[in-house]
């Protein structure tokens, strides 16, 4: 673990993500909220992310691995977890060692766990439109299901991000479909994204995780924009503050050449801790409310800022960088899932 000598802390904000998923939770007006935690709670820190929202209210968890599931198991008090890749062949040890239900996609996967599950209940996911993970309608609807115990049926929307998007009222109307034929416990198709495209699509449970963690499904949806609040800040380390000479370049293959002389604030943070290179052009620390842009190349360990704006800068100051995540994968090829879970793990994680 780091200790409080990190160079690089990541602020966490507990009101904020309990806030968020308040706000998700009446925009399903009615529906249970749950929680999807996997790759690490958005890259945020699963168990620090799970125990807040359980305590908050949050009764449903998904992940993606049983290690994931494992990794949580402390933190969920009587909640539960479902593990959305299922049971494959080397993970029915697991799954059987585990409180967690697997999300069963394949007729493999259901014949597995009929085989080793011993009546144990299950979530089931079937395809609407997206051709991911799931069983085809005609396979859910053939007595493949019958008899299992299925505590929640679902399915995942492949568009929800696009209001306007024809696949979303047809997943719907798809989805609406099943669940008449095929009992359960429990509906669920909603991501965030989905959560925002109305009640009709809440059903009996939704499924956010983006919007938890203060990402924007929908950037042009002013009441998302609103309502969600970031979650995660980023703070550097100033490790050396140098002078450039008109002329000179900064950085792996020189390509930023200063027109005129400046100060370049080398910060501690670089690709290996998620700052990706596509940040390069468009990322800035701020000090004060004032942007201090990146020089040059994002380096595996160390950008470059221009620091001429901020003449009080001293080696070892702690200074914030712009992770406005809608902004940053609005002007990078990014999106602001890739933003988050690529959130490495040198950082010190710091929770407030
Ligand atoms: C990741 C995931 C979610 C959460 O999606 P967001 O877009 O982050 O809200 C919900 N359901 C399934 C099946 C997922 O894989």
């Excluded at 780091?2 to 308040?22: E, I, K, T």
């Excluded at 201090?292 to 800068?313: F, Q, T, Y």
Aim: proline content about 4%; overall charge negative; charged content about 20%.
């Amino acid at each position: 673990m780091n200790g409080s000598h990190a160079p690089q802390r990541l602020l966490l904000d507990s009101a904020a993500l309990v806030d968020n998923w308040r706000w998700l939770l009446r925009a399903a007006g009615g529906a249970a909220c749950g929680a999807a935690v996997k790759a690490d709670g958005y890259g945020l820190g699963a168990s620090e992310v799970t125990r807040r929202l359980a305590a908050a209210g949050c009764r449903d968890f998904f992940v993606a691995t049983w290690a994931e599931a494992d990794a949580v198991a402390s933190d969920i008090g009587d909640a539960a977890v479902s593990v959305l890749h299922g049971v494959g062949p080397r993970q029915i040890e697991a799954a059987l060692a585990s409180r967690a239900r697997p999300v069963l996609n394949s007729a493999d996967q259901i014949a597995r766990w009929r085989q080793h599950g011993r009546g144990r209940p299950c979530d089931v996911m079937v395809d609407t439109g997206m051709n991911r993970l799931g069983l085809t309608a005609d396979e859910a609807c053939s007595g493949l299901l019958d008899g299992l115990k299925i505590e929640t049926l679902m399915s995942h929307l492949a568009c929800a991000d696009e209001p306007g998007h024809p696949l979303n009222g047809q997943q719907l109307a798809s989805f609406v479909e099943l669940k008449a034929r095929i009992p359960a416990h429990r509906y669920s198709l909603a991501n965030s994204a989905g959560i925002c495209l109305g009640r009709d699509f809440a059903l009996d449970l939704v499924r956010p995780g983006l919007a938890l963690y203060g990402g924007i499904p929908v950037t042009e949806d002013a009441r998302q924009r609103d309502a969600i609040r970031p979650v995660a800040a980023i703070e550097a380390e100033v490790v050396q503050l140098r002078d450039v000479p008109a002329g000179a370049s900064i950085g792996y293959g020189a390509t930023f050449v200063a027109p005129a002389p400046l100060r370049a604030a080398i910060l501690n943070i670089g690709y290996a801790d998620g700052y990706l290179r596509q940040l390069g052009s468009v990322g800035a620390a701020i000090i004060s409310g004032v942007r201090l842009p990146i020089l040059g190349r994002v380096s595996m360990d160390l950008i470059a800022v221009d620091a001429r704006a901020a003449a009080d800068l001293a080696e070892g100051d702690r200074v914030g960088l712009d992770f406005d995540l809608p902004r940053l994968a609005a002007e990078t090829s990014l999106t602001q899932y890739e933003l988050l879970t690529t959130l490495g793990r040198r950082y010190e994680r710091v929770w407030a």
